[in-house]
């Protein structure tokens, strides 16, 4: 049964800063990893979606990665803002169509001004 | 983008009376969706898949009974919580997308308060 880690469980910046987010899934065989944002009382927003047969993806000042080998992906935030503050998701899917999503628990995100 | 609207957003129910969240793809159609649920610091949990025009199919240690779920038409998918406790108070998301291997869209969410 595929279980997803996030660590750290909240994590706490100044402005200004980069920071990493770190996602860990137990088995490789996966078709995609996603990363998502959630605000309090919410709904998802994707931000990044990155293929199994994919090194990376980025998006403005995001930059995912993923190593499937070792089952772990890392999402980069660069010059963080008050607006990032929010709960990050990694998502990870195993079945043929993509579709169903194994999550992990979320890092709580707060960038303080 | 696709747009999913999820009502309502939030709702307090009695114990033991039945609350029904509702679920819509307002510019695709979606034939199959899919429903979350998630307790306060903890994961969303996949509850079930549903299908269009068929029954829907539940994850290990789901009540299918508790937790109806009709997918009527291509753009709607209702969740029904059924003689609702305590133990049910969650917030339920849904989540669509147009076609496999797609990226899915989420609703809202609902925040489920049951007294």
């Known amino acids: 049964k595929q279980e997803v880690t996030q660590i750290p469980a909240a994590l706490s910046v100044p402005e200004g800063e980069n920071l990493v987010l770190n996602c860990s899934f137990t088995d490789s065989a996966i078709y995609n990893l996603q990363w998502f944002r959630q605000d309090p009382g919410k709904g998802l927003t994707s931000l990044l979606l990155?293929?199994?047969?994919?090194r990376e993806q980025t998006s403005g000042r995001l930059n995912a990665s993923l190593d499937k080998s070792s089952g772990r992906s890392t999402l980069y935030i660069a010059a963080s803002q008050p607006g990032d503050s929010a709960t990050y998701l990694c998502a990870v899917t195993d079945d043929q169509g993509a579709q169903k999503l194994v999550f992990g628990q979320g890092t709580r995100l707060t960038i303080n001004p | 983008g696709a747009v999913v609207s999820q009502h309502p957003s939030w709702v307090i129910c009695k114990s033991g009376t039945s609350v029904k969240i509702e679920c819509r793809s307002l510019d695709f159609q979606a034939t199959t969706m899919f429903w979350y649920r998630q307790f306060p610091k903890q994961s969303l949990m996949l509850m079930a898949t549903s299908n269009e025009g068929s029954k829907a199919t539940y994850e290990q240690g789901v009540e299918k009974d508790k937790f109806l779920i009709n997918h009527a038409s291509l753009t709607l998918s209702t969740l029904t919580v059924t003689s609702a406790h305590p133990e049910d108070s969650s917030f339920y998301i849904c989540?669509?997308?147009?076609?496999?291997?797609?990226?899915?869209?989420f609703g809202s969410g609902t925040q489920l308060s049951v007294l």
């Open positions: 989540s669509a997308s147009r076609r496999e291997n797609e990226k899915l869209f």
């Open positions: 990155i293929q199994s047969s994919q």
